[in-house]
């Protein structure tokens, strides 16, 4: 074997008291110049061969942590992601609900787990709310994850009480100008999304309304039918019903283009107040530190998942938009809402229940 020649061959040149007689020399110096160019030659995965080659990924079932109640629509999105995950990884995806808190403990969760591809947090706007809502988080929302993908936008919609005396959100910060404290707005909640919406366009437009919470934005809609709180704001999805029922009044939509559910309601760009946008977007989020091939193998599927049939019509049926948008972004939108939250939340006075 030429391994074997090689080796006598080095032995003879280099043993310390080998006798080489000088015209074997040159033939010796050949041979071993020889084996060496062979031995570069040779391809790195013959020297670099691992005693044990990686799994490829995934090797077993992964999970995804939604860090609401079951069959809120994160916790229905995040189902439907799994159904179409599963298929395209061949490994189940399993969904676990971690709710309270705001939706840090779920997201704490998914802080601590390995960055292998095993553990993803399905989550919205909350996680980019909850570091200026709590004083002290078990995580960093930024250091500690990676964004995979942005997968649904859906646009908030202001309502209003029929009596009320506002069709616009110019009438309305008319109305609260003229009547400043009197107004009421009802939310899902001290520090939900709806919540944060309402105080955002306030704070826009330095109003003075009384905040009225509810365990729920259902909750708050029924009140504003009856008419016991002057307006509200939820998802499009949670509203839209009462709004077609002609039970309560839309004054306009987020979002830069009018909603395929509520087509007649203006949005408030069209309304003339341009600086005002607060969608509700639903996204997966990764430990920090995944290996790039499993963070771009997990966009492109997710990305596909998006446009077929089983998440398109649920996130479509709700007045959502399917989107895909890649880690760079998506880290990038979550970094500046954080931003945004911790300038807002400290300066209208907001405090977590």
Request: hydrophobic share 45%; proline share 9%.
């Amino acid at each position: 074997m030429w391994w074997a020649t090689m080796a006598i061959n080095a032995r003879r040149l280099f043993q310390p008291r080998l006798y080489v007689r000088r015209r074997e020399a040159p033939r010796l110096w050949f041979a071993f110049a020889a084996c060496a160019a062979l031995c570069v030659a040779l391809p790195a995965g013959v020297w670099a061969q691992p005693a044990t080659a990686p799994a490829a990924w995934p090797s077993k079932p992964l999970r995804i942590i939604v860090p609401v109640v079951p069959g809120s629509f994160t916790d229905l999105a995040g189902r439907a992601l799994a159904g179409e995950l599963t298929e395209a990884l061949g490994q189940s995806v399993l969904v676990e609900n971690r709710p309270g808190a705001g939706t840090t403990i779920g997201a704490g969760v998914v802080a601590k787990a390995s960055a292998d591809g095993y553990t993803l947090l399905m989550t919205e706007n909350s996680f980019s709310i909850a570091p200026a809502l709590y004083g002290k988080l078990p995580f960093d929302p930024v250091r500690d994850f990676q964004p995979v993908a942005l997968i649904a936008e859906a646009p908030t919609v202001w309502f209003a009480r029929l009596e009320l005396a506002a069709r616009t959100p110019k009438d309305l910060v008319q109305l609260a100008r003229t009547r400043p404290g009197e107004l009421t707005y009802g939310t899902g909640g001290n520090g939900t999304s709806s919540h944060l919406a309402a105080e955002l366009f306030i704070d826009r437009n330095k109003l003075k309304m009384i905040h009225v919470p509810f365990k729920g934005v259902a909750a708050s809609i029924a009140e504003v039918i009856a008419g016991r709180v002057d307006v509200g704001t939820s998802s499009v999805a949670s509203a839209v019903t009462a709004i077609q029922a002609g039970r309560m009044r839309a004054l306009a939509v987020t979002g830069k283009e009018r909603n395929a559910l509520l087509p007649e309601v203006p949005t408030f760009q069209e309304s003339g107040f341009g600086d005002y946008d607060m969608p509700i977007w639903f996204g997966i989020i990764a430990p920090a530190g995944l290996p790039k091939p499993i963070l771009e193998r997990l966009f492109n599927e997710i990305a596909r998942a998006g446009e077929r049939p089983r998440l398109r019509d649920l996130f479509v049926g709700q007045g959502a938009r399917p989107m895909a948008v890649p880690p760079p972004a998506f880290a990038k939108r979550v970094e500046s809402e954080i931003a945004l939250w911790r300038e807002v939340v400290p300066r209208v006075g907001i405090r977590p229940d």
